[in-house]
């Protein structure tokens, strides 16, 4: 609440929440997304906790 961020904001109203918003999205319903960019063309991030098994570790579940 100190910061100089939060100067101009009326910390009562918010936790009343009698505060305006300043905008309000137009929505068609529950699951409407498309206020947000797309990002399917991101390529997925490495998976940095798993690996591939290895030909030993495979061969652990031949028959499994």
């Known amino acids: 609440r100190k910061h100089e961020w939060f100067a101009d904001l009326d910390f009562e109203k918010l ?8 905008w309000l999205p137009e929505i068609k319903d529950a699951l409407d997304a498309s206020n947000f960019n797309n990002q399917d063309h991101h390529p997925p991030e ?3 906790y798993h690996r591939p098994l290895s030909e030993k570790e495979q061969r652990l579940f031949k028959d499994f």
């Open 15 to 22: 936790v009343k929440k009698e505060l305006k918003t300043p």
């Open 46 to 48: 490495p998976d940095k």
